[in-house]
């Protein structure tokens, strides 16, 4: 298997390489998740706006090497938003878990779900494959939204002015 050739410092999925951080990741997002929302000051800080811009949590900007358009990106367009569009994931690891969960969830039992959910995070760990945006927005949040990034509309003729 080509998990089974990491150095030692990389995940294979099956535990092996990860931090206590990685370990305890899954059970931090879900505890964030389930928080009250009625009150969110107890929880995720909120994000505030200044002049149109988002501030940015230190520790989305870290998790990029201090690249802060890569973390704006991010944290913008693909962090997950609670019911009251606090934003709940700060970085890419967070985003990571919850896809790779989502993406386990078809299953039909719990060790197949952990198992399948630890493969996916694996692949999506250190950005090693990158799933279409829709897919990052989309998988494992509660809004109804598409997975799919692209879709098939029967033209007619094959000009600009047809298609649209």
């Known amino acids: 298997m080509a998990s089974d050739k990491l150095d030692p410092t990389e995940t294979n999925g099956n535990g092996n390489g990860k931090s206590l951080e990685d370990q305890n990741l899954k059970a931090d997002l879900e505890q964030t998740l389930n928080e009250n929302v009625e009150n969110p000051e107890e929880s995720v800080e909120f994000v505030k706006q200044v002049e149109g811009v988002m501030k940015l949590p230190q520790k989305t900007i870290d998790a990029f090497g201090g690249d802060e358009l890569r973390a704006r990106v991010f944290f913008e ?3 997950l938003r609670d019911k009251i569009g606090k934003i709940v994931e700060q970085k890419p690891e967070d985003m990571w878990r919850r896809v790779a969960h989502a993406m386990a969830s078809p299953e039909k039992s719990k060790e197949l ?6 493969n996916f995070f694996w692949l999506l760990s250190n950005f090693k494959f990158i799933p279409g945006g829709r897919i990052m927005f989309g998988a494992g949040q509660n809004r109804r939204s598409t997975l799919l990034n692209c879709y098939y509309m029967p033209i007619k003729e094959d000009s600009i002015e047809v298609i649209f």
Request: glycine share 0%; aromatic share 22%; proline share 0%.
């Open 113 to 118: 779900k952990a198992e399948w959910e630890e």
């Open 77 to 79: 367009k693909y962090a």
